[in-house]
């Protein structure tokens, strides 16, 4: 086996596995940001994408986008009625309103088992994309080429609606201070709605087409909500650009460190998590961003 | 435009503002001082719905919006420029103004309607600092842009809270013309300071709060005729024999003085405790 083989394949899959995980992780960062709402079901939206994709694809295109269309369309619902559940919530504290997100998480997951079956579930993508295509010299899977371009193309417009829209402008402020926010006559329980309603319209999105890398089972929600908190944690709460860099490096920790160091790759992510919050620990401010008093 | 009726206020598991009565007449200034803790901040954010109200009410020209969110009292005419500037530290001076830009609100309210180049016009500080962050610029811009964000909600009532702290006097003797232009436009102004003889310079009125109570009561005429309402109540807060009693008073607004003469006699008229 050449150096080809051994860490670049690796490699592009752990920039695969890392944008798949962005997708998800974005909304969830955002949420956390914007509003204090941990939405502990953000994995769970994921999950119906993917079952989603499981059960409508059948090989052709028009199932594809039939199932991408219903992973969004019940993720932007789905984050819509979290966002409802929780407003009452609001003025007994984040924690009353993360514990509602993880018994609603709990309760859909033991639907979504007696629905399809304890089993994994896999979807059937059009034979165009089973195609390996050359990567260095070597066949690699066609399907996870697309999905980085896809990805990479949903990522560069989330970041430009967040940087470069009015909506996006109102989303930072909120992050920065919502009390100013609301003082400039925006609601900010609607930009929390509709938050929770894009992000779950990401994870769902991300769910239907990360079927094949991540696919449907009992366990995809806990891990994908897991590895989401990870990146979270890891890149700044609140901060996009952060879980970007986090998502990529936990992608890689997921593939390439299993290669490089495979007696510690169980503990690496932990490991990586520990060291940046004793490190965030010392420099104090800055865990949680928020109004300047 | 805005008048307080025993209102009483404050942050969970206290009240800081102990049924403050309060009127502010549109294109007049009132001034509220009182030391840290007098409960100045407490009154603006109640008023702005920052703060919940626990007993009184607040009317905006008539229409009680006391239990109104603080967005809905935003679109309502409430314009905030907090203490601190706090402006959005990852908002360009531009997204700051995007994101506070409501227009065609008041049609035929005699409050100008604002729009950014007209905001620019106004703080021109602002126009080469467009595609800053908030956190890069200095405390004069912040204050600058905090003003700026207020005005473009088209405001009816403008609250600042101690918009001179922290700055240069020359800074702060900006903030004051620009308090008196916008009075001047049609505004109705809450200022706040813990200093009394700073708002004097501009304000019509004076609200001396001591341990979220008012100290006494005065208007422009009858602080001319016996300045020892005003001067008793300042001198309690001011020297920090903090009590219970609240003064509003006017200072002497002689047709010919300008604000820097009032300021000047009002400090001699109270030992000049500034």
Redesign the interface.
């Known amino acids: 086996m050449g150096p080809v083989e051994t860490y670049l394949i690796p490699a592009v899959n752990g920039v695969a596995y890392g944008l798949l995980l962005f997708v998800v992780a974005a909304g969830l960062t955002l949420a956390f940001g914007a509003a204090g709402v941990l939405n502990l079901a953000h994995g769970t939206l994921y999950a119906v994408g993917a079952y989603a994709a499981a059960v409508l694809t059948d090989g052709s295109w028009l199932a594809l986008a039939a199932a991408v269309a219903a992973g969004t369309t019940l993720g932007a619902a789905a984050g819509a009625g979290l966002a409802v559940a929780v407003a009452p919530l609001a003025s007994r504290g984040h924690l009353s309103q993360a514990l509602l997100t993880f018994g609603i998480a709990l309760v859909a997951g033991a639907l979504l088992v007696l629905a399809f079956g304890a089993d994994d579930l896999r979807p059937v993508v059009p034979p165009v994309l089973d195609q390996p295509v050359s990567l260095a010299g070597r066949a690699y899977p066609g399907y996870r080429m697309a999905f980085i371009a896809v990805a990479a193309v949903l990522a560069v417009a989330g970041w430009a609606v967040l940087t470069r829209t009015?909506a996006g402008?109102?989303l930072?402020?909120m992050?920065?201070?919502p009390?100013?926010?609301?003082?400039?006559?925006?609601?900010?329980r609607a930009v929390l709605a509709a938050v929770l309603a894009a992000g779950g319209a990401a994870a769902g999105f991300a769910g239907a087409l990360g079927a094949p890398i991540i696919g449907a089972g009992p366990r995809t929600a806990e891990m994908v909500l897991l590895l989401s908190l990870v990146i979270v944690v890891l890149g700044g709460l609140g901060s996009v650009p952060g879980a970007f860099v986090a998502a990529i490096f936990v992608g890689q920790v997921q593939s390439l460190g299993v290669v490089l160091l495979p007696g510690l790759a169980p503990y690496l992510l932990f490991a990586a998590m520990a060291v940046v919050l004793l490190g965030r620990h010392r420099r104090s401010s800055g865990v949680l961003p928020g109004?300047?008093? | 435009m805005l008048r307080l009726d025993s209102l009483r206020a404050g942050y969970a598991g206290g009240t800081a503002l102990h049924g403050v009565h309060l009127e502010v007449a549109a294109g007049t200034v009132h001034a509220i001082a009182g030391a840290n803790g007098a409960g100045k901040t407490t009154l603006v954010h109640a008023v702005?719905?920052?703060v919940p109200v626990s007993a009184g009410r607040i009317l905006l020209d008539g229409e009680e919006i006391t239990t109104l969110?603080?967005?809905r009292r935003?679109?309502a005419g409430v314009g905030?420029v907090?203490?601190?500037?706090?402006?959005?530290?990852?908002?360009t001076v531009a997204?700051h103004l995007?994101?506070?830009h409501?227009s065609g609100r008041h049609r035929g309210d005699p409050v100008s309607t604002w729009n950014p180049s007209q905001v620019l016009r106004l703080l021109p500080q602002l126009a080469s600092r467009l595609r800053h962050r908030?956190h890069t610029l200095s405390g004069g811009e912040q204050q600058m842009l905090a003003i700026g964000?207020?005005l473009?909600?088209q405001p009816r009532l403008l609250l600042l809270d101690e918009p001179a702290e922290g700055l240069a006097p020359r800074l702060a003797t900006h903030i004051h013309d620009l308090i008196t232009t916008l009075a001047g436009r049609g505004l109705g102004v809450v200022v706040t300071s813990p200093q009394p003889a700073l708002p004097l310079a501009v304000a019509d009125h004076i609200t001396i709060l001591a341990a979220g109570r008012q100290r006494a009561t005065a208007t422009g005429p009858e602080i001319a005729a016996d300045p020892t309402p005003l001067h008793r109540a300042l001198h309690h807060t001011t020297t920090g024999a903090v009590a219970d009693r609240t003064t509003t008073a006017t200072p002497p607004a002689s047709a010919d003085a300008t604000g820097h003469e009032r300021t000047r006699r009002i400090s001699t008229l109270i030992g000049g405790s500034t």
Request: hydrophobic share 40%; no cysteine; proline share 6%.
């Open positions: 009015r402008a109102r930072r402020a992050v920065d201070d009390d100013m926010l609301a003082a400039v006559g925006t609601n900010p109004g300047h008093r | 702005a719905g920052l969110p603080s967005h935003a679109r905030l907090p203490q601190g500037r706090r402006v959005f530290a990852s908002l997204e995007a994101i506070a409501r908030g964000r207020a473009l909600t």
